[in-house]
């Protein structure tokens, strides 16, 4: 089944917000081998919204539309739905019920002037369970839309609960069984690796499946789309592909072999091994610990984290020397280190990685220009700094950055216990 | 102008990586008044690519395509574009130039497999001042397309550097000013806003510009597109806007108008009055302090969070009573506010504001399920803990609304200085 999503909203055109249900819908598709195969993002226009449907409609088996069902004026799917399917909108008992429903649940009083009550003739009404909006569904032969609210909980709960329910009978039980390997390496670009490290490597993973390259700001991403008549030969593969990188030259610049993200991999690693992780942080303001934090049970190892943003903090809480602020400043390997020490004993954490440096725009010097990062680590065996200069981003990307190499530092130590 | 933005890679429609590059140029084009009218996500795929060129080539001004230039196999957008306009790929001396100077820059010796001195015939190279791969520019009559790395330092920087310069006899010197003036409201949802509370006010505002409403975790954002011929005329009528919303029966409800986020009207605030800002933080594990960090010179006022994840974090660092955690819980508003006075002395912050919930997707019971939290605030004159029921959502999405209400609590109470 082909899948196209028609992300609709202003907002997301003039920079006010970012769109997250395509992403989520992405990995969802991917997770249940269903085709998502082009995403559409346009204003609350009919003119862009018919263009977008007239491609969709004719590519996909399901189109999905986001957003534009609420209550106000500029919420105008629905009508624009109704022109392009020219059906006219109807009163419809089962979508009154929906609402009155919802109304009910949430000690509200039902407001007619909202027409949650109408759809497009010969569309069904969608149960929001977690608003008030419903969404409308229609199916002509083997093409299907729906229409979802944009709020990220509705529409994923709705795709999930509602809209797959109906799709159901589309979804072919496929015979092949098919996977993503990703390699996930570190410390060298796509050119190195694929130029010198490892020349023959793309050709050789070809072999066994369709091979894919992604840069991210710290390795690269080799995947691997495998596939098989069942399951065991598709893991016998899978085994093959992690034969070969583990014994490829490109061994050292592994870290994982799995979808699992960093952080995850590192909750999941200090479990294995009851290491209880913590950070002190001056230039990523908490991203750390906000990222280690996204991962669910994390819980079980990391105890916390020190935001020392200003040195006063720093002093107090991770007990760094004022001198060794004066002498080295705040940016710098031995802050870094000091920081450490301080925090692993704060937060009583086994391991802690330190992060001080200069995000920008503002605060950079001739020699520590935007860029400069201090990452510090202790262990009960080891206490250490550096001090990095990477290539000058804007603020959040430059944030960003700084934390991927804080918690690969952490992966590190933690691969050393 | 209009702007269609093609981002290519099968990476961003299997949920593996979320593009940045389309919400960053589409902040951009508001700010500069360009039309961003669609953005098309689609797959490293002939088909898909040919399919959007088709529609954007023809429907948009400039058409900007990112990612796919790499030096991996399956960066294939090069190519698919000399098929798209039919233009054969033959060596260019300006292209080479480009990659010779960046790889002497960088201190690395060009690799000529990677292809970077070829463009189709007729584009020309566009200078990639921050990374390897050059872009390609193309120009028929008033139609353009340019197509960039998918990287984001990459592509911002060769958007505003080179596309713009190549651009800019297109973008039409405009006689009319524009501006979007916002209204963030809180506390209140759209259904109540707009048939409740102030039921005139869409219809009113309408007079002054065209009228939006964009609702988010904790309130409605309601824009006015004003326009005028000069910037005097402008200002009259964004005062306009300003003073009916404050004299509306909203004005309980706003608490800024403006563009700005939340964090960057607590930082602005925050430096106006002199107030030294801090966090502790456990459910939302650094994510208020990450948000604020956002935001350049928040140093100026932020000291620092205290993210106690452990309840050993929390007596320990923050000085919460054991007997408080084992009575009423590390999710309760006693342990809240105690966390919230352990912090302002560790942090010798004015005030802070702390976290402690259940974010889920374990960790809830039948009196303090998913989305209960506990938000605590310590000042001067004032220390308090209130216990909120929230709707549960997903872990990310739950620490978002978190934050949220953590730094609603923040303005909330630095207004009150």
Redesign the interface.
Known sequence: MKIQLITI??????????D?N??????????HHID????????DEKE?LF??LN?AWN?ADLVITSGGL?????DLTKDMISEFFKRPIIECDKAMHCALENYKKSKREY?P??EYSKVPEGFEPLLNR?G?APGLFFRDNSKMIAALPG???EF?TMFTEEVLALAKNNIKETSTYRK?V?IKTWKAP??LI??SIAPTL?DDLSELGE??????PMGV?I?VKIQADDLSQLSVKEQKVREYAQNSPLKENIWHIG?ETIEQVIVQRAIEKNI?IG?A?SC???????R???V????AV?????????N??KE??LNVNKSTLEKYGAVSSETAWEMAQGARK???ADLVVTTTGV?????GSKHKPVGTIGVGYSSERDCAGDLHHL?A?????M?LVFSQLALMKMLEQIELY
Not at 9 to 18: F, I, P, R, S, Y
Not at 211 to 216: I, Y
Not at 302 to 310: P, Q
């Open positions: 909203g202003n907002e997301l055109l003039n920079g006010k917000v970012q997250r395509a992403y989520w819908l992405a990995g969802f598709c991917h997770e998502f195969t082009k995403n559409h993002i346009i204003p862009a263009s977008s491609q590519e609420g209550p106000t004026k500029d407001d002037r909202l977690v008030y709020v990220p909980s994923k993503h990703i796509e050119s694929f130029n793309w091979v894919s390259s992604l840069p991210n991403d995947g979808k209880r950070f942080e990523t303001g908490g991203l750390c610990a906000s280690i934090t996204d669910a049970g994390s819980s990391f105890m916390g984290s020190v935001v020392a943003y200003h006063e903090v107090n809480v704060a937060l009583s995000a920008g725009p503002g605060g290539p981003k804007d603020r959040e990307e944030k």
